[in-house]
C-alpha cells in the first residue's frame, strides 16, 4: 500500500468506530494488565466471564495476592492455561507491591519484567492503560497486515515495526485496536467477509473475488 491508501484505510476505519477500545472488561490499569495475562490462548468473552467475579472479590494487587494461587485458580479455572497463569498473576501481583508501591508502572521495561507479561501484553497496557501509541501484534492483526499488504512480515514483531512505519501519526494511537477489531470481525481467518469490508478496494488480498463468490452462493442458498 502507499501511503495515500494507507491514510484512506484508517480513515475509513475511524469513521465506522470513532473510539475504539477493548473489550476487555476492567476498572483500572492493573486489572487491564490481569484481563491481558489471561487473555493469552483465549477469548476475550472467557475472560471477562472469570473477572467480572475475580475483579468483585479482588480488585487490587493485595486482595489478589491474599487470594493465593490455588483460590485465584477456582475463578479462572474455564480459561486455557489457567494454572500456570494463576501462578503468574500471583507472582505480578508480588512484584507490583514490592517494586511499585502497588500501581501500574509505565515504562516497558518494567511492564516485560513482570510474570506473564512479554512485548505484546506491555504494548496492550501502555496503549489501552496509559494512551501511548503502541501497536501489539496479536493473531488477528498479524493476519491482517500481511493479507491486506498494509505491513508485511514474518514475525509479530517485524509485523509491530512496520506498522509503526506504515500506520499515520494521526491514527496510531487508535490503530491497535482498529486493526483487531476489524481482524476479528470482518477480516476472519477461515472466511473474511470482503463483501461487507469497508476497506475492500485498497486490500491487496489476492483471494477476494473468491471470497465474494463464496458469499454470494451462501446468500443464494439461504
Known amino acids: 500500500m502507499?501511503?495515500?491508501?494507507?491514510?484512506?484505510?484508517?480513515?475509513?476505519?475511524?469513521?465506522?468506530?470513532?473510539?475504539?477500545?477493548?473489550?476487555?472488561i476492567h476498572a483500572t490499569p492493573?486489572?487491564?494488565?490481569?484481563?491481558?495475562?489471561?487473555?493469552?490462548?483465549?477469548?476475550?468473552?472467557?475472560?471477562?466471564?472469570?473477572t467480572r467475579r475475580l475483579f468483585a472479590d479482588a480488585p487490587t494487587p493485595q486482595a489478589m495476592l491474599d487470594l493465593g494461587e490455588e483460590k485465584l485458580s477456582g475463578y479462572i479455572r474455564h480459561i486455557?492455561?489457567?494454572?500456570?497463569?494463576?501462578?503468574?498473576?500471583?507472582?505480578?501481583?508480588?512484584?507490583?507491591?514490592?517494586?511499585?508501591?502497588?500501581?501500574?508502572?509505565?515504562?516497558?521495561e518494567a511492564l516485560e519484567a513482570l510474570p506473564g507479561v512479554g512485548r505484546k501484553t506491555a504494548n496492550v497496557v501502555l496503549n489501552t492503560a496509559f494512551g501511548e501509541p503502541t501497536i501489539a501484534v496479536d493473531t488477528h492483526i498479524f493476519r491482517l497486515a500481511n493479507r491486506t499488504g498494509l505491513a508485511p512480515g514474518k514475525t509479530?514483531?517485524?509485523?509491530?515495526l512496520a506498522l509503526l512505519q506504515a500506520v499515520p501519526p494521526a491514527y496510531r494511537k487508535n490503530a491497535?485496536?482498529?486493526l483487531?477489531?476489524?481482524g476479528?470481525?470482518?477480516?476472519?481467518?477461515?472466511?473474511?467477509?470482503?463483501?461487507?469490508?469497508?476497506?475492500?478496494?485498497?486490500?491487496?488480498?489476492?483471494?477476494?473475488?473468491?471470497?465474494?463468490?463464496?458469499q454470494k452462493t451462501e446468500d443464494r442458498g439461504q
Open 30 to 50: 492493573f486489572q487491564l494488565l490481569i484481563a491481558v495475562i489471561l487473555s493469552a490462548q483465549a477469548t476475550d468473552k472467557s475472560v471477562n466471564l472469570a
Open 80 to 108: 486455557g492455561l489457567y494454572r500456570a497463569k494463576s501462578k503468574n498473576v500471583i507472582g505480578t501481583c508480588r512484584l507490583l507491591l514490592e517494586r511499585h508501591g502497588g500501581e501500574l508502572p509505565r515504562e516497558r
Open 156 to 160: 509479530p514483531l517485524a509485523v509491530e
Open 180 to 182: 483487531i477489531l476489524h
Open 184 to 214: 476479528r470481525y470482518v477480516c476472519k481467518a477461515r472466511k473474511p467477509e470482503c463483501p461487507r469490508c469497508a476497506i475492500a478496494d485498497l486490500c491487496e488480498y489476492p483471494d477476494k473475488g473468491k471470497a465474494v463468490r463464496g
Open 176 to 178: 491497535h485496536h482498529w
Open 2 to 24: 502507499n501511503p495515500a491508501q494507507r491514510a484512506a484505510l484508517f480513515e475509513r476505519l475511524k469513521a465506522d468506530n470513532p473510539a475504539p477500545t477493548t473489550e476487555l
